[in-house]
């Protein structure tokens, strides 16, 4: 950003507040030859979950005299043939404090005043944006708001097992969302389901419970089950070990959680799945306990990362 050459070279670059870090929060009064850097406090806001807070930026004009390096509010006799150019930045433990991953956007704006004029007086406004992509890859995660825990103990919800013909069914809902540590910005989000089980003339799209001590190789040893998401108003259903991909994007349907570790409400994207458990002769089943183990895996967008 450069002082228009039209403008007297003596022009100061004044915050609108010294309080307010909406547009920065800096000095408004002029000075006479103040040779250090500019501390400006600026409010960053997040895209999606506008979550909010401030960061000092600093700044500083070289007038290219004899002290080059002048503070943003100091005027000074210049001698040089350039216009003053200004430089601002962000030192990296600024960019720490930011409390999530995500786009956080601020805009600074600076009223270019002359010396001689009375405070208030503005020849000009400069403005500069500030876009920081931030992905927090340390909290990339799967959140199941139901649960305290990423690996909770849900069973299929089978009804019906004590009916005179052992026809029994199940469902289970689990609450589901994604988080990519990116605000949800990224634009697709893979998830992949699997058993871990090498089961022969298995449907793909069939997950499956075993028998306690056993490898469930046998039907009467087993208990298959689906799992099944909805995109787009219909219902769709996982095959067991392929990656299902989620468009993201601006358009993409977010949800505002907390997460831990996290001290600002973050956006992840909803996934809840449904455990389907299609009709079956419980009487045909081995008795004994049944258990399983479901795998499920995230990668948010590499571009993201």
Known sequence: MGVDETVDRGNVLLCKSDVDPKFGACATKAVWSARDR???????????????????????????SEFPEQALHSAVHSTGERAPAVTVWIESGELRKLPSGGIWKATLKLNQQNW????????????????????????IQIFLPE?????????????????????????????????????????????TIKDGLTVPQRAPENFSV?????????????????????HNGQRKTFINGETVSLPGGNNAEVRS??????????????????????????????????TGRLKIIFSPSAQSL
């Open 38 to 64: 500019t501390e400006i406090a600026l409010l960053f806001t997040e895209a999606r979950s506008h979550a909010q807070i401030a960061l000092k930026v600093f700044g500083f004009r070289n007038n290219f």
């Open 257 to 290: 959680v907390y997460l831990p570790n996290i001290p600002v409400p973050v956006m992840c994207k909803p996934m809840p799945l449904t455990l389907e458990t299609p009709e079956f002769n419980a009487k045909e089943k081995a008795a004994g306990s049944y």
């Open 116 to 139: 001689h004029q009375s405070p208030g007086q503005a020849l000009a406004e400069s403005t500069v944006e500030f876009t920081l992509r931030v992905t927090d890859t340390k909290n």
């Open 210 to 230: 075993v028998r306690d001590g056993t490898s469930g190789q046998s039907p009467r040893e087993r208990i298959d089950y689906r799992v099944t998401y909805v």
């Open 147 to 191: 649960h305290n825990t990423t690996t909770p103990t849900v069973d299929l919800g089978l009804i019906g097992q004590v009916s005179r013909d052992g026809r029994t069914t199940g469902r289970r809902n689990i609450d589901m969302c994604l988080y990519d540590g990116f605000g949800a910005h990224s634009s697709r989000f893979d998830v």
